[in-house]
């Protein structure tokens, strides 16, 4: 069981960088001009800032330190979102088949992190 939760914990690492990524490639296949080489950079600095600022006290699969404090639905929702963003960059990108394998690999993980989950919700 703990070989499966650093496996997920990596899965999800992984699938972070991705959006990041992803949210990155959308801003620089979209925009022209300043505006694709400055929300190039912007875009995945400030989603970065949202998921690492906000979070639940004593989150197992983080450090447990959060800066603002957040109940466990509204961590839940803001992970989905951003995921959902970046499957939306990746597909609005013209990679639909990144898109569908990346959506697959989020409901994977979410799927192994259902124990996380349910923690979150009662927080």
């Not at 990596?10 to 925009?31: D, M």
């Not at 404090?69 to 929702?77: E, K, W």
Request: charged fraction near 10%; include cysteine.
């Amino acid at each position: 069981m703990e070989k499966l939760n650093q496996t997920n914990l990596l899965l999800r690492f992984t699938l972070e960088i991705a959006a990041l990524i992803s949210l990155g490639v959308y801003a620089w296949i979209s925009f022209n001009g300043y505006f694709k080489y400055v929300l190039t950079l912007v875009l995945p600095i400030a989603v970065m800032i949202v998921w690492s600022v906000f979070a639940v006290p004593h989150d197992p699969s983080r450090s447990g330190q959060t800066v603002i404090a957040v109940n466990g639905v509204t961590r839940l929702v803001i992970e989905l979102l951003i995921f959902a963003m970046a499957v939306a960059a990746l597909y609005f990108s013209y990679l639909k088949p990144v898109s569908i394998v990346f959506l697959c690999l989020i409901i994977l993980h979410y799927i192994i992190s259902a124990e996380r989950i349910k923690w979150l919700l009662n927080q």
